[in-house]
């Protein structure tokens, strides 16, 4: 079945793909039970107001962890923008809100899949390092703890924002693509108009790998 289809992700990347999702999730809903009267049955499935803090604080770190690694193996892929054709994909928002008859070519991940993975970096280190802080606020002066509430609120409030626009382009909104993260096995055809780049420069360098045959010989002398 699988036959012919090529890797784009590998375990390790998935592991640490859906333990960010799973714990991030986690820590919305849980987040959200605490903040809100109405949503505090959340915390009563959960024994209490009191325990529904643990399970979140303890998520936090399982969070950070995971974020960690994410920025570890991805910073190079999605953390860098490459000139200027991902200013000419901005230009164009990659085809995606209007006809463009053809985008230009971007690398592994293209700069809207960057812009995400840069917010969630930036705000999901944002949420661990003031979340540690509302932990222990007794070892703070007040107003900082008061600014870390604010900050905490606002990291929410952008990562929940952009995880509805990423859950829809990861699914229905980009056929192929939920494969890219379940089994990490891929259509070619889906390579080529998702990451046109990283396809070629896969077959230029040789690290192609394709479900039942060889790796490609390595390299081209370069
Ligand atoms: C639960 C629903 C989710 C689904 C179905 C999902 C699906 C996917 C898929 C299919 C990809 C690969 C896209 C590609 O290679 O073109 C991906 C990448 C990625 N996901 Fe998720 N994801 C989910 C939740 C999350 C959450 C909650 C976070 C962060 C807190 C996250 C962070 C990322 C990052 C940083 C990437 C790398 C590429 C990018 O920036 O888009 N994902 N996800």
Redesign the pocket.
């Known amino acids: 079945m699988r036959k012919g289809l090529i890797q ?2 590998d375990g390790f990347e998935r592991i640490v ?2 333990s ?3 714990s ?2 986690a820590l919305c809903i849980t987040g959200l039970g605490m903040m809100f009267h109405s949503l505090n049955f959340i915390g009563e499935l959960m024994g209490g107001l009191k325990s529904l803090k643990y399970v979140h604080n303890f998520t936090g770190i399982f969070f950070g962890v995971a ?1 960690y690694f ?1 920025i570890r193996m ?1 910073w190079k892929e ?1 953390g860098v923008f490459s000139m200027p054709e991902d200013l000419e994909w901005i230009k164009c928002a990659g085809g995606y809100l209007w006809h463009v008859d053809n985008p230009p070519e971007v690398g ?3 700069p ?6 840069l917010a ?2 930036g705000f ?1 280190a944002i949420m661990v390092l003031t979340g540690l802080v509302m932990w222990f606020p007794l070892n703070f002066p007040p107003t900082f703890v008061r600014l870390m509430y604010m900050l905490h609120a606002l990291g929410f409030v952008v ?1 929940f924002a952009f ?1 509805f626009v ?2 829809y ?3 229905v909104g ?1 056929p192929g ?6 089994t990490g096995w891929v259509t070619r055809e889906w390579l080529q108009k ?2 046109p780049k990283w396809l070629k420069e896969m077959e230029h360098e040789g690290t192609l790998v394709v479900y039942g045959e060889e790796k490609q010989a390595q390299g081209h002398g370069h």
Request: charged fraction near 5%; aromatic fraction near 14%; charge should be positive.
């Open positions: 784009a992700t793909h859906w960010l999702a799973l991030c999730l974020l994410t991805w999605a592994k991940y293209n809207g899949q960057k812009m995400f993975f969630v970096a999901g990562i995880f990423h859950l382009l990861g699914t980009s693509s939920l494969d890219a993260m379940l998702q990451h």
